[in-house]
């Protein structure tokens, strides 16, 4: 049964609803939703003390846009599974690590027949040198399947919102190094941390997989077990 259908009909009785239970629905502001997946064996401290949203905790929303769909995506509106991360397109090694395997996840997800249910989040942290057509070069480099539609690189305005969200709301830090203000733009790296969010669609991590090699196994039957709880 759909998970929210389901906590519906426990509120409401056999189609009955009390005017309490009416006004709970509406505005949400019902019991935090929580997890549906099991805590994760491996997160070795509480998610309270992890400095990135972790196990149990919202994953904050926010407003960035996709340049190669031109559009604007805002993860308040959205309520599918999702997966997040941050990376940039010019990184020599955790990167490309890190959305390759995503991108064997999204395969995985489309032969399982959950696209429309799962959307892929790439945020990069480098808006300077990532524009559309970089973006767009970079996801068919790394087997994005653009015409699966649920992939989104998404881009930033500026450095300082970039700053913003990928590394004050979400928590994935990242540093600019090797080069000062004078420097032609392509003469700078970043030291940054790699972080994944599964995020059900009640906007809950379920997952903060904090590796550039996360498990495209693990990740496509974590996956599968959120969308089938909804």
């Not at 509120?11 to 006004?23: D, F, H, I, R, S």
């Not at 491996?42 to 904050?60: H, K, V």
């Not at 040198?129 to 973006?135: F, N």
């Not at 790699?194 to 009640?202: C, E, M, Q």
Request: glycine share 6%; net charge negative.
């Amino acid at each position: 049964m759909n998970r929210r259908r389901y906590l519906q009909s426990i509120c409401c009785g056999a189609g009955v609803a009390t005017a309490g239970c009416l006004e709970t629905l509406v505005s949400g502001d019902s019991a935090a939703p929580e997890p549906v997946l099991d805590p994760p064996k491996d997160q070795q401290f509480d998610s309270e003390d992890i400095p990135y949203p972790a196990y149990g905790e919202r994953l904050p929303d926010f407003t960035l846009p996709d340049p190669l769909r031109g559009r604007t995506v805002d993860t308040a509106d959205l309520d599918e599974t999702l997966l997040v991360t941050g990376f940039f397109a010019t990184c020599p090694a955790e990167c490309i690590s890190l959305i390759s395997r995503l991108t064997n996840v999204q395969a995985g997800i489309v032969e399982d027949g959950l696209t429309d249910a799962t959307r892929f989040l790439a945020i990069t942290f480098d808006p300077e040198r990532d524009d559309a057509e970089a973006l767009r070069a970079y996801g068919e480099r790394l087997n994005v399947d653009f015409e699966a539609g649920n992939w989104h690189f998404l881009r930033p305005e500026s450095v300082d919102r970039a700053e913003a969200v990928v590394d004050e709301k979400l928590g994935i830090t990242f540093d600019r190094v090797g080069a000062g203000e004078s420097s032609r733009l392509t003469e700078y790296d970043f030291i940054h941390l790699s972080v994944t969010f599964l995020r059900n669609p009640d906007g809950v991590v379920e997952r903060a997989y904090r590796t550039d090699t996360p498990d495209p196994e693990r990740l496509r039957s974590d996956v599968s077990a959120v969308v089938d709880a909804y």
